[in-house]
């Protein structure tokens, strides 16, 4: 699966590519977990844990959402939950 997402930009709309979604910014491993228990039944894919205090994860949800750590850090989030598709 592919997922496009579009954004203005200042030359005009911008079109991204990736194979894989941010599906939630969670406080705690404990809730990333217990997502990823209801969401492998409905998601085919990898479902993922991103620990945003390790550099290799936030890079990996940068890739995905540039806006996503800029969201975590004003919620208070340490994880991400997202799904990669190959």
């Given at each position: 699966m592919v997922w496009f997402s579009h954004q203005a930009g200042p030359l005009g709309t911008i079109v991204r590519h990736s194979r894989g979604a941010l599906i939630e910014l969670v406080r705690s491993a404990e809730e990333a977990e217990e997502l990823i228990?209801?969401?492998?039944r409905l998601l085919v894919g990898e479902l993922r844990i991103a620990d945003l205090s390790r550099a290799p994860d936030r890079e990996q949800v940068l890739r995905i959402d540039p806006e996503a750590l800029e969201i975590a850090r004003s919620t208070g989030a340490r994880y991400a939950v997202i799904v990669l598709y190959a």
């Open positions: 228990r209801k969401l492998s």
